[in-house]
């Protein structure tokens, strides 16, 4: 009975610390992807010299994240596609990725400059 009670200790400790791990794992995925995309929205603007039909360009498979399987991410463009100076490319978690509260939403524009939507820290997120 105590080695029940010393396995459910450990494991009611372990699991949400394995769920954040796994979370934390796939918001690194994200974040490669949209500095993926971003890079890509580079390449059309040096071939278009504008950033306006870029975010159509994109397959629908590139739109999330990961590529295959379950999408824990989903990718955006906004305000719209018509700009054709600036971007701003977000991440938005979906699924049980929505557990991840601390940091949110994901974003990055033509500068570089990232942002979030949670109440971490930036650099904790990025």
């Known amino acids: 009975?105590?080695?029940?009670a010393v396995v459910?200790?450990?494991?009611?400790?372990?699991?949400?610390?394995?769920?954040?791990?796994?979370r934390?794992?796939?918001?690194s995925q994200a974040k490669a992807d949209?500095?993926?995309?971003?890079?890509?929205?580079?390449?059309?603007?040096t071939l278009n010299?504008?950033?306006?039909?870029?975010?159509a360009s994109v397959p629908a498979g590139q739109k999330r994240s990961p590529r295959d399987g379950a999408a824990y991410y989903l990718f955006a463009r906004?305000?719209?596609?018509?700009?054709?100076?600036?971007?701003?490319?977000?991440?938005?978690p979906t699924g049980t990725q929505t557990a991840d509260t601390g940091c949110g939403t994901l974003t990055l524009n033509q500068a570089g400059a990232k942002t979030i939507t949670g109440t971490m820290e930036l650099s904790r997120c990025w």
């Open 78 to 92: 906004t305000p719209n596609d018509s700009d054709v100076n600036a971007f701003i490319l977000s991440a938005t």
């Open 34 to 45: 949209l500095v993926e995309l971003a890079q890509r929205a580079e390449r059309y603007y």
């Open 1 to 4: 009975m105590m080695a029940v």
């Open 8 to 22: 459910a200790i450990l494991a009611a400790i372990a699991y949400p610390s394995y769920q954040d791990s796994v």
């Open 24 to 27: 934390k794992a796939r918001r």
């Open 49 to 55: 010299n504008s950033y306006a039909g870029f975010w």
